[in-house]
């Protein structure tokens, strides 16, 4: 193989590892909440919106010459006060996206090495935040061989885990239609699509060499997308109503353990993979566009989810949700308002992307929309 496709590969994987991470595992749940129809009109306006975000992030990271993260690209070609704005929904963003996978990356690993080695849930789950968290502060090179490795046998464990639940599927389950909570799907749909972390640091795995970069950028969100929503609609077509908030329970119940152990490798090895490229690009984040010492980026990249685990958050779902759809959301209005002042500065020298900036403007709506709305609601459970 050639050093450009290795890179292609390479890069390519890393956006399908950052998408597929805890976030699909409440997928199914989400389904379960609203019923297929509906939660396929979500996934297909969110995942069309997430692919545009993507792009835009790719022609921000062409135009720059400098190596600048999300907030440093805000601050320079849209202004000051939107760097701070979106330093804030990105840090706090990351952030949540840890603490989730701590929760459930821990719960896995318990169903993995419980049997052998016995103790409690939250041991599992502080063991895997130290290790995780002690891996984040080295290379994205390194982490991202390991990205090719764990993608690969991701997609292999998706495989395996679609041919043993297939026939168990429940037509009956695919064509009910039960509303329960009409906009979950939004806020842990949004969450699970995006893969912005992994977009700037795609560049880097490419070299800065730029031939390549959307192209990765399609293979990686179409694979990442089509395994996510494949597997939300295979789980729930199982477990039904009794699909449960991390999808591996439900299948223990209906299809026994043997399944449950390898959706539970497959959580963790996603979770993982996942955890790490995040946490490094917080890291850089911190370094480059902060200037932060690397000890001290990383101190704070891994020290906070940890204390936020430590304090007593354990619900993922809720979690996930609120994150994806307000600061998943403010990020991606972001996005999307730095691709409309490049293209109206035209900074592009290279092939434009040549999306209108119709499109960027009703994305803002919705996601402007989408944002308010979960706002709403997570102050109304608070009051009553």
């Known amino acids: 193989m050639s050093k450009d496709n290795k890179e292609f590969w390479l890069a390519s994987a890393s956006l399908v590892g950052t998408i597929i991470g805890v976030g699909v595992f409440g997928v199914p749940y989400a389904i379960s909440r609203v019923g ?25 990271a062409m135009v720059c010459p400098d190596k600048l993260r999300l907030p440093g690209l805000v601050g320079r070609y849209v202004g000051p006060r939107a760097r701070w704005v979106a330093a804030v929904a990105n840090v706090l963003g990351l952030w949540a996206g840890m603490v989730a996978y701590i929760i459930v990356g821990g719960k896995f690993l318990s169903v993995l090495l419980q049997p052998y080695l016995g103790g409690e849930i939250h041991h599992y789950q502080i063991a895997w935040a130290l290790v995780g968290s002690s891996l984040i502060y080295f290379s994205l090179k390194a982490i991202s061989r390991l990205g090719l490795v764990t993608v690969t046998a991701l ?14 599927v429940r037509f009956d389950n695919l064509l009910a239609f039960n509303i329960q909570d009409l906009f979950l799907p939004y806020g842990v749909l949004l969450f699970s699509l ?54 591996v329970t439900g299948l223990q119940n209906a299809l026994g353990g043997n399944i449950a152990q390898l959706a539970a490798l497959l ?8 955890f790490l490229r995040i946490g490094v690009n917080m890291r850089h984040t911190l370094q480059y566009d902060f200037k932060l010492r690397r000890f001290t980026a990383w101190l704070m990249t891994v020290g906070i989810p940890i204390g936020v685990y430590l304090i007593g ?3 993922f779902v809720s979690m996930i949700s609120f994150s994806g759809a307000v600061f998943g959301g403010i990020t991606a209005i972001l996005v999307a308002l730095l691709y409309i002042s490049i293209t109206k500065k035209k900074l592009m020298k290279e092939k434009p992307l040549g999306v209108p900036l119709s499109w960027a403007y009703v994305s803002i709506i919705i996601l402007a929309g989408g944002a308010l709305i979960e706002v709403v609601q997570a102050a109304g459970k608070l009051l009553k």
Do not use: W
Not at 155 to 168: E, G, L, S, T
């Open 36 to 60: 297929v129809v509906p939660a396929l009109a979500f996934f297909l306006v969110l995942g069309g919106i997430q692919l545009l975000q993507h792009f835009y992030l790719v022609e921000a």
């Open 155 to 168: 997609i292999a464990a998706f495989m395996v885990i679609f041919a043993r639940a297939a026939p168990a």
């Open 194 to 247: 995006s893969g912005y972390p992994a977009i700037l640091e795609m560049e880097d795995i490419l070299e800065g060499k730029h031939r390549h970069y959307r192209r990765a950028v399609v293979v990686g969100t179409l694979t990442g997308a089509l395994l996510t929503i494949t597997f939300g609609l295979v789980v729930y077509g199982v477990t039904g109503l009794a699909t449960t908030e991390d999808a």
């Open 267 to 274: 959580g963790f090895v996603a979770i993982m993979n996942c």
């Open 313 to 315: 958050s354990r619900s």
